[in-house]
């Protein structure tokens, strides 16, 4: 096979697999990140009619993670057991269900337990779907297809920005509150999706019907290559010494103080905002909100491609997330509203654009198998970040009245993960061509 028949080649099947997997998991995604994140336009209307305080809705928002953390490895160990197809499918119905259930909520107790299931119902999702992924695509693409699926999160605050805010604004069926409503109606499609999982999703490569025989043959051929390029230095774990593994613990501490400067900015942006003028409404809140996350989904698309095309993970990690605590530092300290609103953008697009290299790390220096423990791991701890963040954010709130001054605590944190990403060893991957290649160009 020349090359230009094996570079057509490749096209061809990282598009076919691409159009296939990535659309979906974009979309379960955005309704992922929608029913977790959606608590912060509710607390528009919420905190006020359950008598929330500051504090107290931080803790609630924070309480989804502390389930999160608790469940998240087990997950992992049941989504290898049970496989992808059908683990995420139940994922998917659990947190649909205890979604709808927050719409229904009474007291500040109601809303903290619900959260905190919402939280052990949705654990292993991220990560199930970071190795699912890592399972269908070379390691060349897979920053770039890990992108393409985080950008989900940035669309699904542009999607619940408007939508929060106008159910919120138009919904009072039945003598129910707008905030009620709309917990029930973004939780409904989380339970639908469930079910389409069980008939869309297929666990393997090998299993791809709609891959032709050479297709499959160059794609399992790839994936063989990238796990012989790393076997040299990968490392198999067992899951007990993957959580101890000090690697794993540096990448978890990193994350975790990235998930609380991320979060902590994200679930109290609605907030933030309302304090930048008395004269907003709510939907208007909602649509200024949508505008960091419509930079974020395009930025962070354009530098993981720029990743995989030059093979540098290290940097495209430590970079954005300087340029985010910088912009942290700004967001708090200027005064008028369309300058904060600009700094607060360029924070969030370099947290976002952060994710994806980040998540090709751990394939590094571990083996595939032992790889999807470590993103569970690193997720798990590092969402641990998303209570620390809501929840510090709150205290600063009630502590100095002002929703901007938590901005220079998650821009000291951001300058910390700066420096342990940029000291991080990493071992060079010398990949070398798949089998199935170099007997194709002997026979050519």
């Avoid at 805010?165 to 039945?174: E, P």
């Avoid at 103080?257 to 909602?286: A, C, E, F, H, R």
């Amino acid at each position: 096979m020349t090359h230009s028949q094996q570079t057509t080649l490749e096209k061809r099947v990282i598009s076919k697999v691409g159009w296939r997997i990535v659309p979906f998991v974009f979309i379960l995604y955005i309704v992922n990140y929608i029913d977790r994140a959606n608590i912060g336009y509710a607390s528009l209307q919420m905190n006020s009619e359950l008598a929330l305080t500051s504090q107290a809705f931080g803790l609630a928002a924070g309480l989804f993670f502390i389930g999160y953390f608790l469940a998240e490895v087990p997950s992992n160990v049941f989504l290898a057991k049970f496989g992808a197809r059908k683990w995420i499918a139940r994922i998917l119905l659990t947190w649909g269900v205890l979604a709808v259930v927050m719409g229904f909520v009474q007291n500040d107790i109601q809303l903290y337990i619900v959260r905190f299931l919402l939280g052990v119902a949705e654990a292993g999702f991220f990560p199930g779907i970071i190795v699912y992924l890592g399972a269908w695509f070379p390691a060349r693409h897979k920053a770039t297809m890990i992108s393409f699926f985080v950008a989900s999160i940035p669309v699904s605050y542009i999607i619940s920005s408007p939508l929060s805010t106008w159910i919120m604004s138009n919904v009072s069926w039945f003598d129910m509150s707008g905030w009620r409503w709309m917990f029930v109606l973004e939780g409904i499609p989380a339970v639908l999706l469930g079910f389409v999982c069980l008939f869309f999703l297929i666990d393997s490569p090998a299993q791809a019907k709609w891959l032709t025989i050479e297709e499959r043959g160059w794609l399992l051929g790839e994936l063989q290559a990238d796990a012989d390029a790393v076997k040299d230095s990968a490392v198999k774990l067992s899951v007990w010494k993957t959580i101890i593994n000090p690697k794993v613990l540096y990448l978890s501490a990193i994350y975790f103080i990235y998930q609380v400067g991320s979060l902590g900015v994200g679930y109290w942006l609605p907030k933030i905002i309302s304090g930048l003028s008395d004269s907003l409404s709510t939907i208007q809140i909602g649509l200024i909100g949508m505008i960091p996350y419509i930079v974020a989904a395009v930025v962070m698309v354009v530098w993981s491609r720029n990743s995989d095309r030059t093979g540098e993970r290290q940097m495209h990690c430590w970079l954005p997330l300087g340029a985010s605590a910088i912009s942290m530092f700004l967001a708090a300290w200027m005064q008028s509203p369309v300058l904060v609103i600009a700094a607060i953008t360029l924070a969030l697009t370099g947290l976002y654009a952060f994710k994806s290299p980040f998540w090709v790390v751990p394939n590094r220096f571990l083996d595939a198998a032992t790889a999807g423990t470590a993103v569970a791991v690193i997720n798990s701890i590092g969402n641990l970040g998303g209570f620390v963040g809501p929840y510090a954010q709150g205290l600063i709130v009630d502590g100095t009245g002002s929703a901007r001054a938590g901005l220079y605590f998650f821009g000291i944190l951001l300058v910390i993960a700066t420096a342990m990403m940029v000291f991080m060893k990493l071992p060079k991957v010398q990949r070398q061509p798949a089998k199935n290649q170099e007997s194709a160009g002997a026979d050519a």
